[in-house]
């Protein structure tokens, strides 16, 4: 370990927002069926970050295991794994437990990434991956979590709980465990799923997703749920649509980005804590007050659309709790935070700005796309 240490150049916060970053865009991309995980660049990014190469890393594992029964293990000696093993230990070490955890999810997306290679075919169907997802037992991890990346997030955590206490040494064992535990949970739900995938393939089964309205009459249902009480059953069912489904619109967040001009690896970092669960209240409030602007389809699918949003964005009264502007702030500030613990202050008021005016169309865009015919 000294040997490697002495070369190794581990700059905290800059590893951090790496990983972060490419964990963002994986967790978005695998809310869609199909999506697959790669990781050559990023892993060259890694190292040239870190200014090692993956000689060192078999030689940082040789020495490691060179002596012990994990020696021949084959799957311990990968370079990338044991790169973000180390960078794990580091964070450990440090008592950055929710750093840790970011690092973690992001090691069980990589071996997801390698499970599914060899278990999925080269030419997915979205449709049957969907009927699959939906058709597993009750008892499945992907089942019971919707999504695959809810399952890598709920394995991720689970396993930060385990091994964030003692990871705080290089040790051989320790090391070992860490790379087989979630590489092993991930592998067999991978090969169950990939088994209903197949089924249903060959029988011809699929499900896809309802893109336009339920009668021909009817622009979107937003027409048909005017009112207070139409408005408030938009909002939960769009809600549901976010996080329980745990559906996520690119087309919104290349548009957010676009409209607000912020810079791509600070409005990534951002979107899987926005899809969080725990941002579920602070989205229905922040859509609330947005919607008390909206008199009806017009202003929620037409041009009119991005006036009233900008509109809202520009309003200021900072004694109003609940207006439009001060809840995407204020939740803008708490994701921003929680997704960038170690650099959330070093933030410029100009970036701040951008990011809160993302997060505003983000949400807003994302809502309007739900039940918008799009042209």
Not at 25 to 52: V, W
Not at 218 to 237: L, P, R
Not at 311 to 331: A, I, P, W
Request: include cysteine.
């Amino acid at each position: 370990m000294d040997i490697f240490e002495k070369k190794v150049n581990f700059n905290p916060t800059r590893i951090y927002r790496m990983i972060s970053r490419q964990l963002g865009q994986d967790i978005n991309g695998l809310s869609e069926p199909c999506y697959k995980i790669h990781t050559k660049k990023f892993e060259a990014e890694l190292y040239r970050e870190m200014r090692i190469n993956p000689k060192d890393l078999r030689d940082l594992a040789k020495r490691t295991y060179e002596g012990t029964k994990f020696f021949n293990f084959d799957i311990a000696k990968v370079p990338f794994t044991i790169a973000l093993a180390y960078i794990y230990y580091r964070f450990a070490k440090a008592r950055k437990k929710q750093i840790a955890e970011a690092i973690m999810i992001y090691t069980i997306v990589k071996h997801y990434g390698s499970s599914s290679d060899k278990a999925y075919p080269k030419v997915c169907l979205p449709d049957t991956f969907r009927y699959a997802l939906s058709n597993l037992t009750k008892t499945h991890l992907f089942y019971r979590e919707k999504t695959v990346a809810n399952a890598i997030i709920h394995i991720g955590k689970a396993m930060n709980e385990k091994k964030y206490s003692i990871m705080d040494l290089w040790e051989p064992e320790k090391l070992y465990r860490f790379i087989i535990d979630g590489r092993t949970w991930i592998s067999q739900s991978v090969k169950s799923f990939a088994n209903t995938y197949y089924r249903a393939a060959a029988e011809g089964k699929t499900i896809g997703i309802e893109k336009t309205a339920e009668s021909p009459d009817e622009q979107n249902m937003f027409q048909t749920t005017t009112g207070s009480a139409g408005k408030q059953a938009a909002i939960e069912k769009f809600v549901k649509n976010m996080f329980v489904y745990k559906n996520h619109d690119r087309d919104a967040v290349n548009e957010a980005k676009r409209l607000s001009r912020v810079k791509n690896n600070i409005a990534e970092s951002v979107i899987p804590v926005i899809h969080d669960k725990s941002s579920e209240e602070n989205v229905k409030i922040i859509l609330t007050s947005f919607l008390k602007e909206v008199l009806d389809s017009r202003g929620l699918c037409e041009q009119e659309f991005y006036r009233i949003v900008k509109k809202l964005m520009m309003k200021r009264n900072y004694k109003d709790t609940f207006q439009f502007r001060n809840l995407v702030v204020g939740f803008t500030n708490n994701v921003y935070e929680a997704a960038n613990p170690i650099s959330s202050k070093n933030l410029t008021q100009r970036d701040m700005i951008s990011l809160s005016i993302f997060v505003a169309y983000y949400v807003t865009i994302s809502f309007r796309n739900l039940f918008c015919v799009r042209k």
